[in-house]
């Protein structure tokens, strides 16, 4: 039987175009070599041929793939290979792939590139995509792009960047089909007709009166099957879901989830069809919000180039690292309190870890339930006593659960029945500990306006580890010692 060599599935063709790179740029890398040694030979030949065959196979291959595909493969590459390949990029489709690549490696990408490129790849972009770009280039080069532009698309992309990345405005498109209320279907239809091609991500075309004053929508699926001679105002959708160019990203994401949607039209104070935003925008946003909470609960500061030099790294990192080592020299202070205890009860040793792991897991189960809620919107600073009563209650139950099962293998192992107590009575009151500061450090950071997710999971384990030792430590001395 023959296996078929296609993939099955998209990730798998876009892993197996990433080898192909790979190989292609290894192959390269040879013949490069090659090359430099026939030059300083003095001969040209085969070897420069091969080379620009290779460079050819690579740029058809470019050519062909999604930039969305193209930022993927970078984005898995080490700086001198990804350079490399973004050199074979055409100009036309450079702006497209910025966009697409993650922050870390735009950033790298952008400082291979002279001014004159960065116009020109962002001045075949979108206003709103420009305003996506724009903090990443540099002054002259926003200047330069914003000059080039027309009037009209000045004034959008003016706009959009006027408007902070946690707002509608930041997400809006400008690309819409707007129709008047009182013109007929057949009207519409021609209209369309004379178009090179719609918007993507256009399900509904906009219905505005003469003052560009919204009114409602006009479904495709609608106006497919009405009667030509009707008008727009007679099969209109009025009540439609609208945004403000001020609302913000969050609540926006929640109404494309809860409504299935696929665009929404963003108007103004004064009721004018501002813009849209359609659901690719609003999935990435999603996406960026979930990876820069990961990051966060991680202590790291921002998204990291897999293979960034190792001062960047460590310019990301060492804040948490700092704060977790203070907090790892509380913890052994703790321990060093108990020494005496330790030492007349060796078990003790063998112990207190697992008290410690268990509340720093108990911990951040409660502290993701709670960020994610808040994220979400379904939890408020006036829901804090419930909260904190609920997961005191889960934190007991669990801890006499599993600190009596704890509590049996401790008595099996050490045959003491005042030890088994004592770990059963430590762990739940290291889960209790767990579980208010895992309501607690969430709700603090959203009090002050910081992200709930920052630094969470650092925070957690340190105060579990410190309070599960001192908390097993010291019932140990009081009870055993």
């Known amino acids: 039987m023959v296996e078929s060599a296609i ?13 192909e790179v790979q190989e292609l740029l290894r192959r390269r890398r040879l013949v490069t070599i090659l090359a430099e040694e026939e030059d300083e030979a003095g001969r040209t030949g085969e070897v420069s041929r091969a080379l620009q065959q290779l460079d050819g196979e690579l740029v058809t291959r470019l050519e062909r793939m999604h930039p969305a595909d193209v930022a993927a493969i970078l984005e898995a590459l080490p700086l001198g290979e990804r350079l490399a390949l973004w050199n074979l990029v055409k100009p036309e489709a450079e702006g497209d792939i910025l966009l697409e690549v993650s922050d870390a490696v735009r950033e790298s990408l952008i400082a291979s590139m002279d001014s004159h490129e960065l116009v020109a790849a962002a001045g075949k972009l979108e206003a709103d995509e420009i305003a996506d770009l724009a903090p990443d280039l540099p002054a002259g080069v926003v200047a330069d792009v914003f000059q080039a532009l027309p009037v009209e698309e000045r004034e959008q992309l003016r706009a959009a960047m006027s408007y902070s990345e946690d707002m509608v405005g930041a997400l809006m498109d400008f690309d819409v089909v707007a129709v008047r209320d009182d013109v007929t279907l057949e009207v519409v239809t021609r209209y369309l007709r004379r178009l ?52 913000k990203a969050k609540d926006a994401a929640k109404a494309f989830e809860r409504y299935d949607l696929v665009s929404a039209p963003v108007v103004d104070d004064q009721g004018r069809l501002a813009g849209r935003v359609t659901i690719d925008k609003v999935v990435d946003y999603i996406r960026e919000k979930s990876e820069s909470e990961a990051l966060a609960q991680a202590g790291l500061h921002e998204e990291e180039d897999v293979f960034s030099s190792v001062w960047a790294s460590v310019k990301n990192r060492w804040k948490w690292l700092a704060i977790n080592l203070v907090t790892a020299f509380i913890a052994s202070r703790v321990i060093g309190l108990f020494e005496t205890s330790i030492e007349r009860l060796v078990a003790l040793a063998a112990l207190m870890p697992i008290v410690a792991g268990v509340g720093g897991n108990s911990g951040n189960q409660t502290i993701t339930m709670i960020v994610r809620s808040i994220a979400l919107g379904q939890v408020q600073l006036d829901h804090a006593r419930k909260l904190f009563a609920k997961e005191i209650g889960v ?47 969430p709700l603090a950071m959203m009090r002050f306006g910081r992200d709930p997710a920052l630094g969470s999971s650092v925070l957690i384990t340190a105060v579990t580890d410190s309070g599960g030792f001192f908390i097993f430590l010291g019932l140990a001395t009081l009870f055993l010692v």
Do not use: C
Not at 399 to 422: K, N, R
């Open 7 to 19: 993939p099955t599935t998209e990730l798998e063709q876009l892993h197996q175009e990433q080898r």
């Open 395 to 441: 934190a007991m139950a669990n801890g006499l659960i599993w600190g009596g099962i704890l509590g049996i293998v401790a008595y099996l192992l050490y045959g003491s029945i005042p030890l088994g107590l004592v770990m059963t009575a430590a762990m739940t009151l290291n889960l209790t500990l767990a579980a208010l500061m895992g309501v607690a450090i």
């Open 196 to 247: 090179d091609e719609l918007p993507d991500h256009t399900d509904q075309l906009f219905v505005v009166n003469r003052e560009e004053r919204f009114l409602g929508a006009l479904p495709l699926k609608v106006l497919i099957v009405s009667e030509l001679y009707d008008t727009v105002a007679k099969v209109m959708v009025r009540e439609v879901v609208a945004l403000g160019p001020d609302d």
